[in-house]
């Protein structure tokens, strides 16, 4: 009698372990689906490349795919509509000043910054310049976004900086967002590819 209870209760156990089992399958598959889906809407590209300047310049790449993510999508061609270019979006000021400050011997064309390599090296050697005059990396894209002109005067100015260094507000909307889609974006990246 004991051994047929048993047998009953361990047959009434199998269905629930099948089903245990089915929903473990499905999670893990379901997991597996949202991680290809959020690496498909956050992708890597120039990987080599862009591991090499964010090491060169000492930046964590997931800083780098985030800034390239959110100016152009990882479109080479991208032009907006303040004229901005390339990959990184770079204006043709701000090119023009970059290769002043790397001293470059030919100076390129604003065209050539449709060249991945160019872009990247030269958005990256942008954020490096940033940096030796904004330390906070929330200031630094600021500044990246808005101009350096800008973001001086918001650290100068108390209703938007309290120590100098950090930006506790910034007046732009835009700017003020963008900071926020490139500080998002690169925890994704971080998440999504384990990388610094």
């Known amino acids: 009698m004991v051994n047929e209870a048993n047998g009953r209760r361990k ?20 997991r597996a689906g949202y991680r290809k889906y959020m690496q498909a809407v956050y992708p ?8 090499a300047c964010a090491e060169e310049y000492g930046f964590p790449p997931s800083l780098i795919f985030a800034v390239i993510r ?13 004229g901005a270019r390339g990959l990184m979006q770079m204006t043709e000021n701000t090119f023009e000043w970059a ?14 910054l449709f060249d991945p390599e ?15 005059r904004f330390e906070n990396t929330n200031t630094l894209l600021a500044a990246y976004n808005a101009g350096m002109g800008n973001a001086a005067k918001w650290l100068g100015d ?33 998440e999504l590819y384990k990388m610094e």
């Open 99 to 112: 290769q002043r400050r790397a001293a470059v011997e030919q100076e390129l064309t604003s065209d050539q």
């Open 11 to 30: 047959r009434g156990l199998l269905p629930l372990f099948i089903l245990l089992a089915v929903v473990a399958l499905e999670f893990f598959l379901l």
């Open 158 to 190: 108390s209703r938007y900086s309290e120590d100098g260094v950090t930006l506790k507000r910034i007046p732009f909307e835009e700017t003020r967002e963008y900071v926020e889609k490139v500080r998002d974006a690169q925890s994704m990246y971080q």
């Open 44 to 51: 890597v590209g120039y990987t080599e490349l862009v591991h």
């Open 118 to 132: 160019i872009s990247v090296r030269y958005g990256v050697y942008v954020l490096s310049l940033l940096r030796e």
């Open 70 to 82: 959110t100016e152009s999508e990882f479109d080479p061609s991208a032009v907006s509509s303040a």
